[in-house]
């Protein structure tokens, strides 16, 4: 079992900025990949960047050169979000997967005003 709290979101201007965490608690030893997604109103949950275990990171072309995966142990992973735009506003959640089970937070808002 894992558990996976989000914090972070708020309200912010257009260019603004945001640092999102995500905590990690229960069988961490299991986790390989923590990803980052985000459901804008009425629209899927996309996938917008993730972090291996070893490091490796990968994002989503829309949001590339603004916003940054990071991990300081096995137990935080943050989302560092820059140049927000007001297409950037959603609910973001964290996310892993182990032994094909899906883990989900409960998500944090974020909302950017134009």
């Known amino acids: 079992q894992v558990q996976l709290v989000e914090s972070g979101g708020g309200l912010v201007q257009t260019g603004g900025s945001l640092r999102l965490s995500c905590a990690a608690s229960g069988s961490i030893f299991s986790i390989k990949t923590l990803n980052w997604y985000r459901q804008a109103p009425g629209k899927q949950r996309e996938l917008v960047a993730l972090i291996t275990s070893g490091g490796s990171t990968n994002y989503a072309d829309s949001v590339k050169g603004r916003f940054t995966i990071s991990r300081d142990n096995a137990k935080t992973v943050y989302l560092q979000v820059n140049s927000l735009k007001p297409e950037d506003t959603g609910v973001y959640y964290c996310?892993?997967?182990?032994?094909?089970?899906?883990?989900w937070g409960q998500g944090t808002q974020v909302t950017v005003s134009s």
């Open positions: 996310h892993t997967n182990i032994m094909w089970r899906d883990y």
